[in-house]
């Protein structure tokens, strides 16, 4: 560990939304592991969800703490206690938490003026953060929270505008400028191409412009993951950055994976000793990331499609509300032991990590494609809502890690109105990962990326390389 006079104090700014939150505390802890100090900034009620697994690295000599800023709920419109973006519950709600987040600037530069870092790591979702940083005459560092292939096609389809020539929002184009020939359609893009939502796409335009004038990227992905990617945002388009991850490969412990991200809804010990009654790669975990919301009628379909291919799974549903159909669809998979319901939070890298789970259906959220590579689980893609469409792309066509579901529409928000995979295709892409001869080759792809996921976080692997070449550059130009 480096001497004090020299130690390197980097401040965290997370966005207050799980998929973002929970890979900023690993990579602050990955960062803490190479003698950094570090501080988190978060709110009163996500600090105590950080906090537990924390206080065990500095048990171990790790000098690690949480900055706590007030969240500005009432001032945005938002109901007492919203303070994490799963908590929303409509597009105004939505919007309003943007609006929450757009108030921090003050408060942050209050906290930086207090302890005086060297170098501040903020969300893309705080575009402001570089000014402030600046201020202080410190870097800005962004951190996206998805893969290097979704922000390289999200900047073409910016720059080169190829929606615009299509007659019809399901006619194909094709991405230009990418290392790879990739088509999509204007149905499949967020909400920013599609000019339905002006507060989203000020924000998103804010964002780009920061990352020209902030110091770079430090990305959660690995140089052999998306070599063409990593390599095209930092030569075409000329932005720094270095690849810091998988980040979730930090967690060693049962207990420090238990604690990721909220306690889990389900005693844990339960759920792998179910998962350890079942053969290997027999298990299909369906998880839609941390607050995505199906409708009644959706949920019913997936549970027609999991009978009719019957496949033993375990599925985690966001939704609190009943629905008799579901339930005694519960009653009937737990009486003949062929699935797992878990309502409200999975301990997922545990679950993923389990030699039973032998593919993953998912939303296809950065974190959950990086966590089901590092574990070398096949996936179901089924992208949702935001850059998800693009990452379906870098799975199943350039890694061919996966197959997709055949969803056709990115939604608008995070609370889905109508049915957008149907029974029949949901039992079909299951048998043609789960018991398919495809399944074969695409589970064979998984366990490479995953050893390859495995060396680049190792001393001397390249994630690893490009953390100890970015502190070194922090420390010369900024210690
Ligand atoms: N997660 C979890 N349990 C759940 C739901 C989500 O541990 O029940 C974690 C998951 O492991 C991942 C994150 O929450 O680290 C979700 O991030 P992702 O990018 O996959 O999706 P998002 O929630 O941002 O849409």
Redesign the pocket.
């Known amino acids: 560990m480096e001497s004090r006079v020299q130690q390197l104090h980097i401040m965290f700014f997370p966005h207050l939304?799980?998929?973002h939150m929970?890979p900023t505390i690993d990579m602050a802890r990955v960062f803490a592991r190479h003698g950094v100090k570090v501080t988190i900034i978060s709110s009163p009620l996500n600090a105590p969800l950080i906090s537990e697994i924390l206080e065990k690295d500095k048990q171990i000599g790790l000098e690690i703490g949480i900055r706590i800023i007030k969240f500005p709920s009432a001032e945005a419109g938002l109901p007492e206690g919203c303070e994490n973006l799963a908590s929303t519950t409509s597009p105004q709600m939505f919007n309003n938490f943007f609006k929450a987040l757009s108030l921090l600037q003050q408060p942050l530069e209050e906290i930086l003026e207090e302890c005086r870092p060297n170098c501040l790591v903020a969300d893309t979702a705080f575009p402001w953060a570089t000014e402030v940083a600046a201020k202080f005459g410190i870097p800005r560092l962004i951190f996206h929270g998805t893969s290097y292939f979704a922000i390289c096609a999200f900047l073409c389809i910016l720059r080169y505008e190829p929606h615009k020539n299509t007659v019809s929002d399901s006619e194909y184009f094709t991405l230009l400028g990418l290392p790879d020939h990739i088509q999509m359609t204007k149905l499949q893009q967020p909400s920013y191409f599609n000019g339905v939502d002006d507060e989203q796409k000020k924000m998103a335009d804010l964002s780009v412009q920061s990352e020209v004038t902030s110091y770079g990227v430090l990305g959660n992905s690995f140089k052999e993951l998306e070599p063409a990617y990593s390599e095209h945002y930092r030569n075409v388009l000329g932005r720094k950055a270095w690849n810091v991850g998988p980040v979730?490969l930090c967690n060693k412990e049962i207990e420090e994976k238990s604690l990721?991200?909220k306690a889990a809804s389900i005693d844990t010990h339960e759920c792998l000793k179910w998962l350890d009654s079942k053969q290997p790669n027999s298990v299909l975990y369906i998880?839609f990331?941390?607050?995505?919301k199906f409708p009644h009628a959706q949920l019913l379909e997936i549970a027609k499609g999991l009978e009719a291919a019957g496949q033993d799974f375990i599925w985690?549903i966001k939704n609190e509300d009943k629905d008799e159909l579901l339930e005694e669809f519960e009653q009937r998979i737990t009486k003949n032991k062929k699935g797992l319901i878990i309502k409200g939070?999975?301990?997922?890298?545990l679950i993923l990590e389990n030699e039973a789970v032998g593919g993953f259906m998912t939303?296809c959220?950065?974190?959950?494609v990086l966590?089901s590579i590092s574990n070398g689980v096949p996936m179901i893609i089924w992208p949702l809502y935001a850059e998800q469409f693009y990452n379906e792309k870098l799975v199943t066509q350039i890694l061919k890690a996966g197959v997709s579901v055949g969803a056709k529409e990115c939604s608008r928000s995070i609370d889905a109105k109508k049915i957008s995979v149907k029974k029949e295709d949901i039992e079909k892409s299951m048998k043609r990962l789960m018991v398919g001869e495809e399944g074969e080759e695409i589970k064979r792809r998984a366990k490479e990326l995953k050893e390859m996921a495995r060396r680049a976080v190792e001393e001397g692997g390249s994630s690893y390389s490009d953390i100890r070449d970015f502190l070194e550059e922090m420390r010369a130009n900024f210690g």
């Open positions: 939304s799980h998929g929970i979730s990721r991200g998880s990331g941390s607050k995505y985690v939070w999975a301990p997922q890298v939303h959220g950065w974190n959950s966590e």
